[in-house]
């Protein structure tokens, strides 16, 4: 059993706002200062990152999303946590299905505007979308904003065309995942490469589509990979205006699920401290809680908001898997006293030291 940390010196005061930035080190690029931030003691780590949400972000308010899969299963791509990739098929057991219909993407919609989310996003099981599917996406786009929404889409890789299409039809945010550091990205998935995903986000920003670009934190990965990717994002010319921070879904039958339910899940805190030190490094982004909140307590989610989140996935359904219940959750933000946004409150940014060239 490890020994209770002890004090060795007696403090003289105690950590304030006003004198805890003196406690911090001052490192001298941003990836030492993210490397810092994940060493802080977890309770100073917490004041921090919140006292830096309050400065970028009303208190207590959170930005509402809705999931919905328009394309189910069968996937190309080996990612060795998703259980809908094609090559874990026989194992994981998952039925794939094709392309939703337009009328029942809608009827999803709907229920999420009446729900209280103020976007919907949808996701398929794609590598990249092929030419035939862009006047459908392009079409739900079209439909789900009529309905008062913001639009989010995840579909694989695009094209720099694609992204211009769907930017033209109105989309307002693409979720492109890093999923985790360009170090541990090959034991994760082998079918693309980091730079390819980069290279996706780019042409994203550049069609003037809002970049939504997230992790999955506890897939064996260590804390030089979390920290890694987060500095992909300080890097960034302009950084996501969304990040979610997937806890990872143990899948049986796909690799990272297996190794995971073997070796037993990465601590819950460790998850919440890279959510607070991505609030830190990404001051002025919307940090969403994803995936993995089903299997979290009241007071871990609590101290997940209190480490800067101020996003998460609304209704019973991720994409294949459950999520925390819409009831659970009308309980918990009345508990905590927590409201939702209508709109975008600001504009994203990472980065409170400079930029590392
Ligand atoms: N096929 C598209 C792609 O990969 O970009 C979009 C759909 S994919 C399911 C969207 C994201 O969901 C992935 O990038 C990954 O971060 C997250 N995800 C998938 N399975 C997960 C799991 N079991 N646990 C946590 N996050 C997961
Ligand atoms: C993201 O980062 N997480 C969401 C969304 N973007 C598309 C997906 C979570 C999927 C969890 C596993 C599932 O339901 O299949
Ligand atoms: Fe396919 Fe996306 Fe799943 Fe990877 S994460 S297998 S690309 S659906």
């Known amino acids: 059993m490890p020994a209770i940390p002890t004090m060795l010196t007696t403090p003289t005061m105690p950590t304030t706002p006003a004198n805890l930035a003196n406690r911090q080190p001052v490192p001298s690029s941003m990836h030492a200062q993210i490397t810092a931030w994940f060493e802080l003691p977890l309770l100073d780590l917490l004041l921090q990152a919140q006292l830096t949400h309050r400065q970028h972000f ?24 998703c259980s809908q990739s094609g090559h874990y098929r026989k194992e994981t057991g998952l039925q ?23 976007r919907f996003c949808m996701g398929a099981a794609w590598k990249h979308p092929s030419d035939k599917d862009m006047p459908y996406v392009a079409e739900l786009v079209n439909a789900v904003k009529a309905l008062g929404l913001e639009t989010c889409m995840t579909l694989g890789s695009l094209t720099p065309h694609q992204a211009t299409q ?81 806890l990872l879904v143990p899948i049986k039958g796909t690799p990272l699920g297996d190794k995971a339910l073997n070796d037993g899940a990465l601590s819950v805190l460790e998850w919440i401290r890279t959510i607070a030190v991505t609030r830190l490094a990404c001051p002025s982004s919307h940090v969403r809680l994803s995936a993995g909140r089903e299997s979290l307590s009241d007071s871990e989610q609590a101290l997940a908001f209190m480490a800067g989140a101020n996003s998460f996935f609304y209704g019973d359904k991720l994409l294949t898997t459950g999520n925390a219940s819409q009831s659970n959750d009308n309980r918990l933000m009345q508990e905590l006293g927590l409201v939702a946004s209508i709109a975008p409150t600001a504009p994203s940014g990472c980065g409170t030291a400079s930029r590392d060239n």
């Open 58 to 81: 009303a208190a207590n308010t959170v930005q509402i999303s809705t999931l919905l899969s328009i394309k189910t299963g069968n996937c190309p791509e080996d990612c060795g946590y």
């Open 96 to 118: 794939a299905e094709k392309r939703l219909a337009v009328d029942k993407v809608i009827a999803a919609a709907k229920q999420a505007k009446a729900s209280g989310s103020s």
């Open 166 to 246: 769907l930017a033209e039809a109105g989309l307002d945010y693409y979720n492109h995942n890093l999923d985790t550091s360009r170090r541990y990205y090959d034991q994760v998935v082998t079918t693309r490469s980091y730079d390819e995903r980069l290279q996706t986000i780019a042409h994203v920003r550049a069609s003037g589509i809002k970049v939504c670009s997230g992790s999955i934190v506890g897939m064996g990965e260590r804390r030089d990979d979390r920290i890694d990717w987060i500095y992909e994002l300080t890097q960034m010319a302009t950084p996501p205006e969304s990040i979610p921070v997937n």
